[in-house]
T-cell receptor, first 114, second 113 residues
Framework: QQQVKQSPQSLIVQKGGISIINCAYE??????FPWYQQFPGKGPALLIA?????SEKKEGRFTISFNKSAKQFSLHIMDSQPGDSATYFC?????????????FGKGTHLIIQP | KAGVTQTPRYLIKTRGQQVTLSCSPI?????VSWYQQTPGQGLQFLFE???????NKGNFPGRFSGRQFSNSRSEMNVSTLELGDSALYLC????????????FGQGTRLTVV
């Protein structure tokens, strides 16, 4: 199965709080997991990415946690700011042949309340 | 460094017509991928080109096609447009032969009436 399931669909967090978005996959052949941020009218922008041999990766306020055995990964946004309000997509890249594009989750609409 | 440039930004076409969308990747990037984004289906992979060769194709009908030129610029074509083809079409370029570190353009908003 080349599916990535993302939750929640929408999320409201107070300014300064931690935003957490979760994704799960089934195909163990996925070997690259990026997160994208998309503002209205714009294309998705690459935020941060991780490979399965690493359990955590941090870049500024953004952290990916990866649980290989559970086939789950999550994005944590620390000290969330109103400017972080956007739609976030997790994705996975299949290491095998065939349709080797990114498989995206359905997205999480994040609102940071001031 | 200029980002991924897609033209046009907006298009309105009539059912049955065909359309060509253009994408200029980031300088030095040889991999170009195309995605369709709709509210219902989300982001779906169309196809990927590397060094003028289509290497991978998603689950879309043959009406969707593309090509890549020697300067890595890419075009996608949709023939016999259907109402359901209305979507945001996104192009992404990557410096690597796989789709890792893929950077997206702003997309072309296609409306079929």
């Amino acid at each position: 199965q080349q599916q990535v399931k993302q939750s929640p669909q929408s999320l409201i967090v107070q300014k300064g709080g931690i935003s957490i978005i979760n994704c799960a996959y089934e195909n163990t052949a996925f070997d690259y997991f990026p997160w994208y941020q998309q503002f209205p009218g714009k294309g998705p922008a690459l935020l941060i990415a991780i490979r399965p041999d690493v359990s955590e990766k941090k870049e500024g306020r953004f952290t990916i946690s990866f649980n290989k055995s559970a086939k789950q990964f999550s994005l944590h946004i620390m000290d969330s700011q109103p400017g972080d309000s956007a739609t976030y997509f997790c994705a996975a890249l299949y290491s095998g042949g065939g349709a080797d594009g990114l498989t995206f989750g359905k997205g999480t609409h994040l609102i940071i309340q001031p | 460094k200029a980002g991924v440039t897609q033209t046009p930004r907006y298009l309105i076409k009539t059912r049955g017509q065909q359309v060509t969308l253009s994408c200029s990747p980031i300088s030095g990037h040889r991999s170009v991928s195309w995605y369709q984004q709709t509210p219902g289906q989300g982001l779906q992979f169309l196809f990927e080109y590397f060094s003028e060769t289509q290497r991978n194709k998603g689950n879309f009908p043959g009406r969707f096609s593309g090509r890549q030129f020697s300067n890595s610029r890419s075009e996608m074509n949709v023939s016999t447009l259907e109402l359901g083809d209305s979507a945001l079409y996104l192009c992404a370029s990557s410096p690597y032969s796989r789709n890792t570190e893929a950077f997206f353009g702003q997309g072309t908003r296609l409306t079929v009436v």
